[in-house]
């Protein structure tokens, strides 16, 4: 599992709460905060965005995962989410980052007083999973 | 966990395949099917139906459980997934999933000779998953 | 343009109306139904279908589509939506329209009382449209 | 409509084609670009990111304007898109668009030279629209 340090995991915390405040959630009311770190070592952030048309919204862990892509690199090394209640990735995050992320690589949740909830994997959260060597 | 019997599981197998028949994927070539058990008994299936704009395309799991709960039926009780080797479902189709399937709801993945690849259930492909409750 | 006979378009009407009431949209409380005719003349419904990861549910035009197309059809002739207020498509279902239907395909909205608010194509209601032939 | 300057417009076709080079496109190497102007007068860029799960994949579009938002800005003023073959955005993109962007909000495609193919704005792309005022 890629070791990240007390340092790097409280910057990924804070960040992921920083985000949290950013959400467009007039919808659900449901803010959501993520930060990525990407393999240049940079953290990248993204919030949930709703849409009036509930399917066209997007969650935060991907809006941080797809910028933290288009910044060049593809590689994720760790995520780390903000919620009110340390709430999980849904399914299709956790889809997005099985396509850049190692097996181990941490997924850790966090409250919004920045208190670990969860420290998992990618593999711990999506066991079993579709990726690009099943695409025959 | 819901126990399937062995006609009803070989029922859903055979939707599964029939359905993988009917997949429009002009893009990936990979064709899905995927049958479900709702809770009126019935099977309903699905294939997955593609788009050039690639995100715009929908799984066969999902194309299946929508189909299944516009049928008036809001519970789950089991799916099958046909692929050439026995793929897994995204984690997309396992949200959707969450949201009408109990924990030990059975996920059963066969190749296109009808083989039986894997047997698990809801919590054991989308373990620590977000649903209704968590949306506070 | 298809034209569609009084008696087609009622029944797509009496459809749309009646998956509308099939609706699981306990999030935004609101209750879409719709109606495919396809090129086999048989009419699919569907009704939209939320999820607690609002990004992960769908629409009812797209449920009713991605429906009609895995029952081997692959060319749908027209739509028509029922909600409360003669709401629209979202732009993610004209798209999946764009695979299927022709730019004269009729696309028609109705409310509750099932009274048409518009009636428009599919080129009428997205213009400029990616499509296969885009994806070279 | 919001006038952009010839400087503005051409920075943002820079933008675009910038990110065109970043996409993750391995499945349908179609690469794309977006660029998108914030009412912070900041331009924010997204590539496509796709996935082996093809649904689970997103739109440059898409990734640009959930940066933009991510970035505390509620409003999009342009948009513009380069590709290969001045390709046009997807339906899903321009719902997202809808939720923050004005009817008369300039979208420009351009191919992979940096050539504008295409001046429209947002209600000329997705007249008819659903938007936050219909979810009554």
């Known amino acids: 599992m890629t070791m990240l340090t007390d340092e790097i995991k409280q910057a990924l915390i804070d960040q992921a709460l920083l985000y949290q405040k950013r959400a ?23 919030a949930n965005i709703e849409n009036s048309a509930y399917p066209s919204g997007l969650c ?5 995962i797809f910028h933290a892509i288009s910044e060049a690199n593809k590689k994720i090394l760790a995520v780390v989410v903000a919620t009110k209640n340390g709430g999980s990735p849904c399914g299709s995050c956790r889809q997005v980052m099985r396509e850049f992320g190692a097996p181990d690589m941490p997924i850790i949740l966090v409250d919004e007083e920045g208190d670990i909830v969860l420290e998992s994997t990618l593999e711990g959260m999506l066991p079993y999973s579709f990726g690009p060597e099943d695409l025959i």
């Open 24 to 46: 467009y959630a007039p919808y659900s009311n449901y803010a959501v905060g993520a930060a990525v770190l990407a393999d240049d070592m940079q953290i990248y952030g993204g």
């Open 60 to 64: 935060a862990e991907r809006v941080a």
